[in-house]
Nanobody, 119 residues
Framework: EVQLVESGGGSVQTGGSLRLSCSAS?????MGWFRQAPGKEREGIAY???????RYADSVKGRFTISRDNAKNTQTLQMNSLQPEETAMYYC????????????????WGQGTQVTVSS
């Protein structure tokens, strides 16, 4: 079992930036972020392996940056140029065996942190 705790959500205006952080109770191979807007499915937006390999959803590529500190079992997501349609609950995710942006079994989840982007 892995416990994940997010922080850093909040409200920002269009074009603004936010940084999300997540702390894990122990090391995992993969750490990532998903988001879920009201009435929509949860979608993967970024992941990073313990070796530093990253992948982003096309919708956030070039604007979001994921990073991790293996020694502290933490990850961060720097989000720039935020748009109103990105208003959602953002979830920290982790798994031990592989990384992916698809919604699959095997993830550990944080409780979520709300990001609201106003126009």
């Amino acid at each position: 079992e892995v416990q994940l705790v997010e922080s850093g959500g909040g409200s920002v205006q269009t074009g603004g930036s936010l940084r999300l952080s997540c702390s894990a109770s122990r090391s995992t191979f993969c750490m990532g972020w998903f988001r879920q807007a009201p009435g929509k499915e949860r979608e993967g937006i970024a992941y990073i392996t313990m070796y530093g390999t990253t992948r982003y959803a096309d919708s956030v590529k070039g604007r979001f940056t994921i990073s991790r500190d293996n020694a502290k079992n933490t990850q961060t997501l720097q989000m720039n140029s935020l748009q109103p349609e990105e208003t959602a609950m953002y979830y920290c995710a982790a798994r031990q065996d592989r990384c992916g942006l698809g919604l699959e079994d095997g993830y550990y989840w944080g409780q979520g942190t709300q990001v609201t982007v106003s126009s």
